[in-house]
């Protein structure tokens, strides 16, 4: 593997802020696969090109498959690395005050990123959280979507999380034979001759959510969107179609469901997810963005990134939005962040 090659697609993936990402790297390559398979399906095509362009047909999609290669390569290293101090100073805050409360002991994760971020913070969080992931707990971590079915919420003392990974994980396998999934320890990219395969929708792929894991899970989606009446969105850009069909739906149908977005470009992703271009801004330490659906309900956005000093700030604004947290939790959050910059300031 060219380490340059290596460190320019890795330099890519670590600006998302840029207009070329990974995802539109993947659109791209997708693209190119569809040219070349065009180039040689369609006769009148194929019976036009001489030798030569044939060769830049063959090479382009030779090309395209090397790029895709490496950009695998980079995801996997970049997903499987998760550094527990780092996990656990951006969501256990955040995560305990979505699930503290008494009379709500678990919540549903639904995730489209490839790595292990919330089974780090259960693993890690000193047994504050069951975690339900849809994988058995023997030696063989094996995918039984009854363990989803099976669950039933009760007042127990440990908060659960539900965790739904939408697009796979760095450390799922497929049995290319038998379509089984397991959870592996540890992730790498499997070699496209080998009787297991990494079980994950890349970016731009057509979604493959008929059968295994992901049926299970966007099923799981489309049905808590449709009976919930919270949901906090963060850092997602709507690109999956289903998903945003989802969600489009949801906000029609189910009048209680109330949806804030964390993100940058809250404002821009919600005017395209509800189709209108009307938007205002509320008063507050954060600014927050509502958009109204063409019916007048409003959809929230909360223009920063999810970041551990901007937790604080977050939660200000869900909570002055209604969403159901725990007051006293919110109240400790803020005078914290309050007290670590009064350190800082007279230091």
């Not at 997903?79 to 951006?90: E, I, R, T």
């Not at 919540?107 to 849809?134: M, Q």
């Not at 404002?267 to 189709?275: E, F, N, P, S």
Request: proline share 5%; with cysteine; hydrophobic share 40%.
């Amino acid at each position: 593997m060219d380490p340059k090659s290596l460190a320019g697609l890795q330099g890519m993936y670590e600006r998302p802020g840029k207009s070329r990402d990974l995802e539109i790297l993947f659109e791209t390559l997708e693209d190119y696969d569809k040219i070349a398979e065009y180039a040689r399906s369609d006769r009148n095509v194929s019976g036009m090109l001489g030798r030569s362009q044939a060769q830049v047909v063959k090479t382009l999609s030779q090309a395209a498959e090397r790029i895709r290669h490496l950009a695998a390569t980079v995801v996997l290293q970049q997903y499987s690395n998760v550094k527990v101090a780092q996990v656990l100073s951006l969501y256990e805050d955040f995560s305990l005050l979505l699930v503290e409360p008494k009379e709500r002991r678990h919540v549903p994760i639904f995730t489209t990123n490839y790595d292990v971020a919330i089974e780090t913070l259960a693993d890690a969080s000193d047994h504050k959280y069951d975690l339900i992931h849809g994988f058995t707990r023997d030696n063989v971590r094996r995918w039984d979507p009854s363990i989803f079915y099976r669950y039933r919420a009760t007042p127990t003392d440990k908060p659960t999380i539900l965790l739904f990974k939408l697009h796979g994980s760095c450390n799922w396998r497929v049995n290319r034979q038998t379509k089984a999934v397991t959870k592996e320890s540890t992730a790498e990219l499997v070699s496209a001759d080998s009787l297991f395969g990494n079980a994950l929708m890349w970016p731009a792929q057509t979604k493959s959510i008929k059968e295994g894991p992901y049926k299970t899970n966007y099923d799981y989606l489309e049905q808590c969107l449709m009976q919930a009446e919270f949901c906090v969105v963060i850092g997602f850009s709507f690109r999956d179609e289903v998903i945003k069909r989802y969600f489009t739906k949801a906000l029609e149908r189910n009048r209680k469901l109330k949806v804030a977005l964390v993100d940058p470009r809250a404002q821009a992703l919600l005017q395209d997810l509800l189709r209108v271009e009307a938007s205002v801004t509320m008063p507050g330490p954060q600014s927050t963005i509502v958009v109204r659906r063409p019916d007048g309900r409003p959809v929230y956005g909360i223009p920063t990134r999810f970041e551990r000093d901007a937790v604080p700030v977050i939660v200000r604004a869900l909570s002055r939005l209604g969403f159901p947290l725990d007051g006293q939790r919110v109240a400790a959050l803020s005078t914290r962040q309050a007290e670590v910059r009064g350190t800082a300031s007279g230091a």
